[in-house]
């Protein structure tokens, strides 16, 4: 008992890339800048869908959302991954681990329902443009965000609490980034097939299903836009819905690889750097994408920063 007990009592080695120091302080100015980043690109998406009127959609509202997830879920990670590479010891805290591993878990999982709430927005924009405005209402926008941020909600509390009551029998290196449910998994000293599966549902649940609805709503797109008969008409369709497309590969695409394989198989860094990327990198992408890739975003930040620099002028 007292050696099962350690962990909680001493907290977790954080090990992250501890064993290759010039890698980790290459990594330390890459992550802060990219959080630095992050931050400025989702809080100017936030404020832009909130001032702009023409901005005032079921698109943008759900963009807004996404951007704050985005901000959430990286500052679960970040400020502790930089100050715990800045330190000699690697020590965290079992509060803040166990704190950490259910943020995380929530935001990520209300992520990737919010994705497969945009793909159905982007359907009802191509699919249904007549009806667009009487589908979309502002009530079922909000039960859609609502349902993305409760059942993310819910699968953390739901698989975190599991994980948290399996014994570690006082191993406290945690060879990883951050505090991770298939990371604490590999780290128990008893038999975790009931975790493993349950984990597996549970990425059933919030990836395979959400990215099924997501091939599912493309696949409409896909067959209204080629029964449009002028080009431009259907790059200006592709165009509404090509932001999106490529932030669910990016963000599916490592987030799968991570939880869709057995808990013991991956390589030393191959986890590392694929938790960074879904952690760090994704966050910052979306910004970038939706505001290189979208005219409305891109007048509205330069309408925004005129009107600014005119009232700085006048004062």
């Given at each position: 008992m007292e050696e099962s007990n350690n962990s909680s009592e001493k907290g977790f080695l954080l090990l992250g890339f501890s064993d290759e120091p010039?890698?980790?302080?290459?990594?330390?100015?890459?992550?802060?800048?990219?959080?630095?980043?992050?931050?400025?690109?989702?809080?100017a998406i936030i404020l832009v869908s909130c001032l702009a009127p023409k901005l005032h959609t079921p698109m943008?509202?759900?963009?807004?959302?996404?951007?704050?997830?985005d901000i959430c879920f990286t500052t679960s990670v970040a400020p502790q991954l930089l100050v715990t590479m800045n330190k000699?010891?690697?020590n965290m805290s079992y509060g803040g681990c166990v704190a950490q591993l259910y943020v995380a878990m929530g935001l990520g999982s209300s992520e990737c329902i919010l994705l497969a709430v945009m793909a159905y927005d982007r359907y009802a924009a191509v699919c249904r443009p007549l009806q667009y405005t009487t589908i979309m209402h502002p009530q079922l926008c909000a039960?859609?965000?609502?349902?993305?941020?409760?059942?993310?909600?819910?699968?953390?509390?739901?698989?975190?609490?599991?994980?948290?009551?399996?014994?570690?029998?006082?191993?406290?290196?945690l060879d990883h980034i951050f505090c991770e449910v298939p990371v604490l998994i590999k780290l128990a000293c008893v038999n975790t097939t009931f975790n493993e599966i349950e984990l597996f549902v549970a990425s059933v649940i919030f990836l395979i299903v959400p990215v099924s609805l997501i091939l599912v709503s493309y696949g409409f797109i896909t067959k209204a836009v080629l029964r449009i008969k002028s080009a431009k008409g259907?790059?200006?369709?592709?165009?509404?819905?090509?932001?999106?497309?490529?932030?669910?590969?990016?963000?599916?695409?490592?987030i799968i690889f991570m939880y869709l394989q057995p808990a013991k198989s991956s390589s030393k860094?191959?986890?590392?750097?694929?938790?960074?990327?879904?952690t760090i990198v994704t966050p910052l992408l979306n910004p970038i994408i939706y505001t290189l890739r979208n005219k409305d975003v891109k007048g509205a930040l330069r309408t925004l920063l005129m009107r600014n620099v005119l009232v700085s002028e006048n004062i």
């Open positions: 010039q890698l980790e302080r290459i990594l330390f100015v890459i992550i802060l800048l990219f959080y630095i980043l992050n931050i400025l690109g989702n809080t943008y509202f759900f963009l807004s959302n996404l951007s704050c997830v000699k010891e690697k039960s859609l965000a609502s349902v993305a941020w409760l059942s993310g909600l819910i699968t953390s509390l739901i698989q975190c609490s599991l994980t948290v009551q399996l014994p570690l029998c006082g191993h406290r290196k259907r790059w200006k369709a592709l165009g509404t819905c090509s932001s999106h497309l490529i932030v669910v590969i990016i963000f599916y695409g490592t860094n191959q986890g590392k750097f694929v938790s960074l990327f879904y």
